[in-house]
């Protein structure tokens, strides 16, 4: 990883996708998304790539979206109840 502007964090490659950080840890894990590892064991990602899969997914839904639709995948009885108050705090549904 010798040019360290090329390469970004987790975090920073979620922010980016606009996407929540375990979609992007996902991917990586399912290959769908190439990724290196520090000497640490954190993952990087290289922005080129980043961009591309942004390019492939068209329009991505806001952070907010993505962590309600992530709470919702898991069967919780409560799950319509949070949907409910982001709804209520914004006017919406997503």
């Known amino acids: 990883m010798s040019d360290t502007t ?8 979620a922010d980016l996708l606009g996407v929540h950080p375990a979609t992007v840890r996902n991917w990586a894990d399912k290959g ?3 990724s290196r590892r520090t000497p640490g064991g954190h993952r990087r990602f290289r922005k080129s790539d980043l961009l591309q899969q942004a390019a492939q997914q068209g329009e991505l839904q806001p952070l ?4 309600i639709i992530q709470k919702c995948a ?3 009885p409560a799950c319509k109840w949070g949907l409910a108050r ?5 006017g919406t549904l997503p």
Do not use: D, H, I
């Open 64 to 67: 907010e979206v993505q962590v």
């Open 86 to 90: 982001w709804a209520a705090k914004r």
């Open 74 to 76: 898991r069967p919780k």
């Open 32 to 34: 769908e998304l190439a």
């Open 6 to 13: 090329e390469w970004v964090s987790l975090r920073q490659a």
